[in-house]
């Protein structure tokens, strides 16, 4: 049976292994990050909305702060505020990630081309 108890009890274990095998993961207590005047609420300062959805036209509050680039580590990547873009949670936990997973950003031009330089398409005829 899939209760409650049991997947927060398979959450935490999963949060408890990405903490321990990506320590980084702390910087994003630091005051650095979190704090009143820190770099996330700076750069959702200067741009309050959704960079995703703006793209597309819709204006969508922006509440989480994307690193363009994952730092992986990089502490000079993780405060670059040239890195950091603002989106929404959903475009954050959906598009984002797939787009991480998926190691190329989705999207084609007129001539139906992948835009994304990393695209295998564009690697192939490099």
Not at 71 to 85: K, Q, R, S, T, V
């Amino acid at each position: 049976m899939n209760t409650p108890i049991e997947r927060r009890n398979r959450r935490r274990q999963h949060d408890s292994r990405r903490w321990s095998e990506q320590p980084w993961r702390a910087w994003y207590s630091l005051a650095i990050w979190r704090g009143e005047f820190g770099l996330r609420a700076q750069q959702l300062a200067r741009q309050p909305l959704c960079e995703r959805h703006k793209q597309r036209g819709r204006d969508v509050p922006a509440d989480t702060v994307n690193h363009r680039k994952p730092h992986a580590g990089d502490w000079a990547l993780f405060i670059d505020p040239d890195n950091h873009e603002s989106t929404c949670k959903e475009c954050h936990d959906q598009i984002i990630k797939a787009e991480e997973m998926r190691g190329f950003k989705v999207g084609c031009d007129i001539a139906g081309r992948p835009l994304d330089p990393d695209h295998p398409w564009n690697l192939s005829r490099g």
